[in-house]
């Protein structure tokens, strides 16, 4: 996300949160130093970096650190760092996933295997619509994630609520996520939680405007050769420019919404948990 864009939808995710009674913890990593929660100076310094920071998973970690650099920490690595603080709840924008071809390529996020070992809920409003969602959803089952979408039958795909694919499992409150994830810790799974949240309606960029943004997207990605750790910026990227902006707006409020959400299942589960 552009600055100032990212700044201001930062402050305006933390504002939501904690108008919901949880508390935010941004999560980076700053001049090579971990950081759960930052002062709105950090907060700053973060956006104002934008791509300059190092797009961080968990493979990056230990370099990042021993650069003492700052990094920008994917879901796998804000995963990791949750954990180590006992946070049990992440709010996100979107997870990453089995990339389109990835049959071929062998592209899979690491966020998938992340959710497979590190016991942590993921808000998110879904799998990026740029990947391929089936098989995504297909790698999960086998690396034993509970995936659940939130007040729908169908697993929202990002900027759309529709993806054409099924939910494994549908809850309607937080108080019913809160439950699952209490489940969760209390088995000692060692496996995360995927809570996939639609974007409001209203918000909602028509599902053909974006999917042939997509499309033109990835035939560039494979005329310019982008590859690894680039695609998905380059994709996001593309398809905000393919729609005008629309897409870039949709992100913004589905990442609000997820707060919101996310904020109440973390005091639901509070709650269980005393």
Not at 8 to 21: I, L, N, Y
Not at 164 to 182: F, L, N, T, W
Not at 240 to 259: C, H, P, R, V
């Amino acid at each position: 996300m552009p600055y100032p864009q990212n700044l201001s939808t930062a402050k305006e995710v933390e504002s939501v949160v904690k108008q919901h009674g949880a508390t935010p913890a941004t999560i980076a990593i700053l001049n090579g130093v971990p950081c759960i929660g930052l002062t709105e100076e950090e907060l700053e310094f973060l956006a104002q970096c934008g791509s300059a920071a190092a797009k961080t998973s968990r493979r990056d970690i230990a370099q990042v650190i021993s650069r003492g650099v700052t990094g920008a920490t994917t879901v796998s690595a804000t995963m990791f760092f949750a954990a180590k603080a006992g946070i049990h709840v992440f709010v996100t924008g979107g997870i990453g996933g089995v990339h389109r071809l990835g049959e071929s390529t062998l592209d899979i996020s690491s966020d998938l295997t992340e959710l497979g070992r590190t016991p942590v809920v993921v808000v998110c409003a879904g799998v990026k619509s740029i990947l391929d969602i089936p098989r995504t959803l297909e790698y999960l089952e086998t690396q034993g994630v509970t995936v659940v979408s939130y007040g729908t039958e169908e697993f929202p795909a990002f900027f759309t609520s529709k993806s054409g694919c099924k939910a494994p499992c549908r809850v309607d409150s937080p108080e019913q996520c809160a439950a699952i994830a209490e489940s969760n810790l209390k088995l000692e799974l060692q496996s995360g939680i995927l809570i996939a949240v639609p974007i409001p309606d209203q918000h909602s960029a028509a599902a053909e405007h974006v999917e042939t943004a997509i499309q033109t997207a990835l035939q560039e990605m494979r005329e310019k050769n982008v590859q690894g750790n680039a695609v998905t910026p380059f994709l996001l990227k593309r398809v905000n420019e393919l729609t005008g902006g629309d897409s870039l707006a949709s992100n913004i409020e589905l990442i609000k919404n997820n707060a919101r959400v996310g904020a109440q299942i973390s005091v639901a589960l509070q709650e269980k948990m005393r």
